[in-house]
Every structure is written in C-alpha cells, then in structure tokens.
C-alpha cells in the first residue's frame, strides 16, 4: 500500500514537472524602498507573452537565452521599488502567457522596508546661492531631456553585478543614495537620486556595464553627462564630468573609459554623480553591484 502510494507520488511529480514547468524565482521577497526585484522565469517552450504586476504599474521582462541543459527558455526582469514607496506588505503578480494561449499566474508577497532610519535622512547643503528659481526651471528642463534618452526598453545587453564607475582610486561616498537633501537658501528639497563618489577631477570614469550609449550631452545644470542602455531598461548615467570620450550609439563594455570625473555643472567640488534607473525610477547603484 505504502509502496503504492510513492509510485502514484512520483508519477505526479513527473508529470507536473514535464507539463507544467513554469517558475518563477524571486531573489528575495523583502526590499527597501529605492531597491529592486530581480525576477527569474523558466518554461520549456517560448513564452508568448508576460508582464509583471507591481505597485500600480506593469512591467515588460526579458529573453535572457535559451538553457539547454535544463531545457528551458529562461527570462528575466529587475523591477524597481521607488523612493517613498508606502511602506508594508505589497502584491506582486506574474502573468504568462502560454503559445497554447493558456494562462498562469504567479503571485508573491513583497515587503517593503524603509531606507534609513527617519535621523539619519536629512542633509542640509549650502548651495551659495547656486540653486534659485533659474536653476530649478533649468533642471526640470534638463531632467526632461534626461527621461527621453530613456524611452526604450532594449534587449538585456548587461551581466551582474554593475561595477563601481571609478576603481582607480578607492572611491569615498560624499553623498549616498536617497538621502533627504534640502537646500536651505533655496527652501526646497528632494531625495538623492544616485550617490556621489568623490575623486579628483580628471580620474577616470568607467561604465558600469556593457551597454549601448544613447546620451553623450553638455547640459548647464548636470554639467558634462553620459547615460548609457543598458537592456532590460536599465540605464547609468554620469553627471557632472570632465572630459567626455564616448559619443551617441557607441557601444561599450563594462569597464571602458567613458571619461573623466569634473565639476561642470552646479557641483560644489569634483565629483562623480552615478545613477542607475529603471524604467525610469532611481534605484539604490548597490542593489546592483
Ligand atoms: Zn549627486
């Protein structure tokens, strides 16, 4: 009887595994906000079409290739959790569908907890009288050219983890990611959207990933700027920099000289500003490094 019961046990085991071996895989399912999910999916056959659900917005993911030992088409996607997301419990929910236009869905529970400790938020910066109502117009401009370079979603070209931009020297954080910054004189403030690495000017600036530049531009406010595609709609930008060596649709790999750290721009010293965004939402760089 009890020898039964495992033969029927293994059958269905195998059954399921060759009829439905569809999976979802989620790094971790507790994230600070300014974090990511990184989402693995595996399926015998090609997947017609997919889309994660999270936080309101839908998510595209991506073909990573084809594993023949598993036999597997594998896909995969990093999604954002942005600054400010309420904090607590949140639903995420994979949808797939299947060339027999069958449907499944995978649902998760994510975590969310905040970044810092409410003390450690706030820095105050002294512009001197740099950021004024001229300055605040110009950025908003800026940053809408900044958000068109990041329109398209593109095959995923990048391999984890991303580098750190600058590895001459060894870098020193001056301003880390989603710090409240205000800026007195101006009475404003906002959340730090990369880190600062501070370095002389003229140390190398490297790219974090392969990639596919898209922006190579002077802007008066972020200075001398470097965004670069990295797939899977992930993009790295480079604010504030000297010299710039690469130009529109070069191709780069990991670790290329794209350039030199500066002070053009309002910058109070040189410095590199990196940011890493998907889908257009700043992320934590070291989530990815
Ligand atoms: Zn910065």
């Given at each position: 009887m009890q020898l039964k019961k495992i033969f029927y046990l293994i059958i269905f085991i195998f059954v399921t595994k060759f009829c439905f071996s569809f999976y979802a895989i989620l790094e971790s399912n507790i994230v600070r906000e300014g974090g990511v999910l990184k989402i693995k999916i595996g399926n015998y056959s090609e997947l017609k079409a997919a889309d994660i659900i999270f936080n309101n917005q839908k998510y595209p993911i991506f073909f990573v290739g084809y594993n023949y030992r598993e036999r597997e088409y594998v896909y995969n996607t990093i999604i954002p959790v942005p600054l400010d997301t309420k904090t607590g419990k949140k639903n995420l929910e994979i949808k797939c569908l299947f060339e027999s236009d069958e449907e499944k869905y995978h649902k998760e529970r994510i975590i969310i907890k905040p970044l810092f400790k409410e003390k450690d938020k706030l820095t105050r910066i002294n512009t001197k009288g740099k950021i004024q109502g001229d300055t605040l117009s110009e950025l908003q401009r800026e940053n809408k050219i900044i958000s068109k370079f990041q329109e398209k979603y593109t095959t995923i070209k990048y391999d984890l983890p991303?580098?750190?931009?600058?590895?001459?020297i060894e870098p020193v954080i001056s301003s880390n990611f989603g710090k409240t910054r205000k800026y007195d004189e101006a009475n404003i403030s906002w959340r730090h959207k990369g880190i600062d690495i501070a370095a002389p000017a003229g140390t190398k600036v490297r790219a974090a990933n392969h990639g596919r530049v898209v922006a190579a531009y002077a802007f008066k406010a972020y200075g001398n700027t470097v965004i670069i595609d990295h797939g899977g709609g992930i993009y790295s930008l480079y604010l504030h920099?000297?010299?710039?060596y690469v130009r529109t649709d070069d191709k780069v790999f990991k670790g290329d000289i794209i350039g030199t750290v500066g002070n053009t721009g309002i910058s109070t010293g040189p410095h590199l500003h990196f940011q890493i965004n998907i889908f257009k939402v700043p992320v934590n760089p070291y989530e990815l490094m």
């Amino acid at each position: 009887m009890q020898l039964k019961k495992i033969f029927y046990l293994i059958i269905f085991i195998f059954v399921t595994k060759f009829c439905f071996s569809f999976y979802a895989i989620l790094e971790s399912n507790i994230v600070r906000e300014g974090g990511v999910l990184k989402i693995k999916i595996g399926n015998y056959s090609e997947l017609k079409a997919a889309d994660i659900i999270f936080n309101n917005q839908k998510y595209p993911i991506f073909f990573v290739g084809y594993n023949y030992r598993e036999r597997e088409y594998v896909y995969n996607t990093i999604i954002p959790v942005p600054l400010d997301t309420k904090t607590g419990k949140k639903n995420l929910e994979i949808k797939c569908l299947f060339e027999s236009d069958e449907e499944k869905y995978h649902k998760e529970r994510i975590i969310i907890k905040p970044l810092f400790k409410e003390k450690d938020k706030l820095t105050r910066i002294n512009t001197k009288g740099k950021i004024q109502g001229d300055t605040l117009s110009e950025l908003q401009r800026e940053n809408k050219i900044i958000s068109k370079f990041q329109e398209k979603y593109t095959t995923i070209k990048y391999d984890l983890p991303f580098m750190m931009p600058i590895s001459e020297i060894e870098p020193v954080i001056s301003s880390n990611f989603g710090k409240t910054r205000k800026y007195d004189e101006a009475n404003i403030s906002w959340r730090h959207k990369g880190i600062d690495i501070a370095a002389p000017a003229g140390t190398k600036v490297r790219a974090a990933n392969h990639g596919r530049v898209v922006a190579a531009y002077a802007f008066k406010a972020y200075g001398n700027t470097v965004i670069i595609d990295h797939g899977g709609g992930i993009y790295s930008l480079y604010l504030h920099m000297d010299d710039v060596y690469v130009r529109t649709d070069d191709k780069v790999f990991k670790g290329d000289i794209i350039g030199t750290v500066g002070n053009t721009g309002i910058s109070t010293g040189p410095h590199l500003h990196f940011q890493i965004n998907i889908f257009k939402v700043p992320v934590n760089p070291y989530e990815l490094m």
